[in-house]
């Protein structure tokens, strides 16, 4: 299971996804477990979190800024530093 991730995407990019029509998520600090039913992607507005994966995986450090895409069937635990808010697509 993996976990992808692009550091400032160009704005252009962003607007060919049709990223800023996404629905947005908001979380405050926390810790909790989460396993992707489908692909996600997301574009990360504002805070910091670290997602690791429970196959052992490397614990990735997202932030405002990142498009990011979870694969489906991801199992991981999101510890959430501060406080985020995304755009995100399932599929």
Not at 48 to 57: A, S
Not at 75 to 83: A, N, P, Y
Request: glycine share 8%.
């Amino acid at each position: 299971m993996k976990i992808t991730y692009e550091r400032n995407p160009s704005p252009a990019k962003l607007d060919v996804m049709g990223v800023y029509d996404w629905p947005i998520w908001s979380k405050e600090v926390s810790t909790f477990p989460w396993t992707y039913e489908q692909k996600e992607t997301c574009y990360i507005l504002e805070g910091e979190v670290i997602v690791t994966p429970d196959d052992g995986g490397e614990p990735v450090h997202l932030q405002a800024g990142d498009l990011v895409t979870f694969a489906s069937g991801l199992s991981c635990t999101w510890d959430i530093r501060q406080d985020i808010q995304k755009h995100y697509d399932f599929g």
